[in-house]
């Protein structure tokens, strides 16, 4: 006789579940000690540390190692041009909107005893652009790589030996499957050590709690009144405007036949990968043509994330206005959008790109180590929602692609009429 099965949610959201309530135990320790809640600040700082010491091997190895292996990728020109201009023109309109979100929706105004000042020196510094740009992408050094606080040049950093590897060899190099390798031993460490997340984040939320009151909790409140809402806005009006971009009337009546599926499935995993399948049964029955969902559905798994750039300026924005800093002006908006684009279109394609991303805020934003289980825990919050945005986003960009690729008449393709439902092995 079989075991009976676990419920769905409880099996694929344990973890989430498990953090979710050792915040909420934390948060309540905070409000019922106060201050003497922060004894239990050791415990979250141990946590911190042990993040900011793997960040940089962990985001060196995942970079160069994911870059390595393009070489094994097969290239249909017109097909993967379209697709990235597709998905970068999206995730740049999912910018666009979520930064008008939060001009007139502020997630941490009026938030007060919360505004962990930041010192003199910490505050943004006003310099030229062209010198900014210099300071954000390089180093003087090599030895200046291997700090947290130079995140953007590590990264180019990476790019850069990846592509190396890769045209001496690629995935056969010795160097290639030294990094491929020491990537997974250090998303190994990472597992690991998110095993003391539940105890590490409850003791630091009970310490910021204790230390500054029930407003942070508020805090948190506001942002995810602004981030649903923005979610469930972009899913009902963004997605069936650009099926109509892609194919007129009759796309977006096909987009909602069969978008919510892959909607109710990423809902439920929280994950674009264990939503593939059901995308590509769902544009299949759209009527994409078969090798334009089959190359752009699984790499948008991994490298579009609409959702995710919707996170990021959130954090952003968030982080500002917990810190007492003012989230203006032309050069730090720019900043911020292709932050957003870079953690929601490219960092999301790294193993261990959530964490990177938040990093590369923190540290480009000169804010302290401790804002990083701050956005961390907004990611962890606005997951759901974000992983919905992104999973169904991939299925439109679909549209989008075939559109470019087919032209205007790409729905009514002989290829595409008997496609009622995907080929086997799909």
Known sequence: ?????????????????????????????????????????????????????????????????????????????????????????????????????????????GVQGVQLALSAGEALKATPLSEALVEAFTVTDFSDLFSRQNMLPLIVFSVLFGFCVSVTGGAENRVGKLLDDLSRVMMKAIDIIMLYAPIGLGAYFATLVGEFGGDLLKSYARALALYIPLCILYFCIAFPFYAWLAGGMPAVRQLLRHIFPPAITSLATQSSIATLPVNLEAAARIGVPKDVRDIVLPIGATV????????????????????????SGPGLYVAAFFISIMAGVVMSGVPGGGLIGEMLIVSLFNFPPEAFPIIATIGFLVDAPATCINATGDTVASMLVARCVEGRGWLGLPACAGMTRPEQGQ
């Open 304 to 327: 579009h994330m609409e959702g995710s750039v919707f996170a990021a300026l959130l954090k952003i924005a968030f982080l500002f206005g917990i810190f007492g800093q003012e989230f």
């Open 1 to 109: 006789m079989s075991p009976p099965a676990r419920p769905f949610l409880w099996g694929s959201c344990r973890f989430s579940l498990i953090l979710l309530a050792s915040i909420i135990a934390g948060s309540l320790i905070g409000l019922v000690f106060g201050e003497r809640a922060t004894v239990l600040r050791p415990l979250g700082q141990v946590f911190l540390n042990l993040m900011f010491t793997v960040v940089v091997p962990l985001v060196f190895s995942t970079i160069a190692s994911a870059v390595s292996n393009m070489s094994n990728m097969r290239r249909l020109g017109r097909i993967l041009g379209w697709m990235l201009i597709v998905f970068f023109a999206t995730g740049a309109i999912a910018a666009v909107c979520i930064l008008l979100a939060v001009k007139i929706y502020p997630p941490a105004e």
